[in-house]
């Protein structure tokens, strides 16, 4: 009830460019962006490097109307590139097609994601295409194997699958068939139940099985989840299948679980942090409330205490 509330308002715009526009929404923002500029952003990857933490980053921005808004969101993300090489982070990209342009032209986005991945693949680095609603999800996937399966491209770009979404399995098999590097997580949006699981059981169970098919495909993938309890289970089947700490990473998001985070570096895994920083935090911010409604009393008492 609450999580549908949460990822309503997201999608509100007049409330959108208001909160955008107030410092008392910047500063309840900070929890999960790690700023407005690239140099907050490149800073925070700088110190979850020094942790042991890689990082990818995430220039906030989604449902663009126009080209030109298009290009300007893709040469952020040309900036970012230039500046991970530069500076020698451990860090890679995530994109939004809706951001690149999608919903004006799909041609448009596609040329912009290419050359983003031809890029990745000059200085080193990498291409994630995050999943958003289920309209985009065939598209994005199509995209993704497309550019990956260009000349040159392969393990430059990868794809993120929704474990709440009934035809993830069929999904995963399709694109190992062409080893494209995969990020698993539950699924952020709101769906219907004839596309989606609407038991939160259902979804972590599928999110087991499909962790497990991940983990045996001699690919390289993102394990994507807070969740302690799959996390757990994770490392038991890797133990258990004698399956090398090297060959997967651990995912969270920037402001969750940094306990978690450190203790899994501890433990000799790898972990990589989405960190998102930029003017337009809102639909984000709200589907980070809409997966905890309980961080919106957090929120309240440390604003107040502040
Ligand atoms: P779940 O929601 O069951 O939470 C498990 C526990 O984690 C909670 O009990 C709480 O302790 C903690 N937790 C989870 N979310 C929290 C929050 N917001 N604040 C504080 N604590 C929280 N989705 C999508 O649709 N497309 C995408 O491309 C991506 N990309 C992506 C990248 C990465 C690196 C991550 C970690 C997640 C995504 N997601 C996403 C979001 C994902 O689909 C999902 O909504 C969240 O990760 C929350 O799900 P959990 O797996 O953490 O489990």
Known sequence: MLRSAFIALSENRPLRRFAEQSSIG????????????????????????????????????????????????AEIYHLLLDAIEKRGLDANISVKLTQMGMDVDPLLATSIVAALTEHANRTGSFVRVDM????????????????????????????????????????IKTLLRDRIRIRLCKGAYKEPPDKAFPKKEDVDANYLKLT?????????????????????????????????????EFQMLHGVRRD??????EEGFRVRCYVPFGHEWYPYFMRRLAERPANVLFLAKNFFRN
Do not use: W
């Open 26 to 73: 910047r500063k309840m923002s900070s929890r999960f962006v790690a700023g407005m500029e690239i140099e907050d952003v490149l800073t925070a990857c700088e110190e979850l490097n020094r942790a042991g933490i890689s990082a990818t980053l995430d220039s906030l921005g989604e449902s663009v109307m126009n080209a030109e808004e298009a290009q300007r969101s």
């Open 132 to 171: 958003e609603g289920t309209p985009y999800t065939q598209a994005t996937l199509d995209m993704v194997r497309s550019i990956h399966n260009a000349q040159g491209n392969d393990g430059r770009v990868g794809a993120v699958i929704q474990a709440y979404l009934y035809r993830s399995e069929e999904d």
């Open 212 to 248: 497990r098919l991940l983990l045996t495909s001699g690919v390289y993938h993102g394990i994507a989840t807070h969740d302690e309890a799959i996390i757990v289970e994770t490392k038991k089947f890797v133990e258990q299948q004698g399956i090398g700490h090297e060959t997967f």
């Open 260 to 265: 978690l985070q450190r203790s899994l570096v």
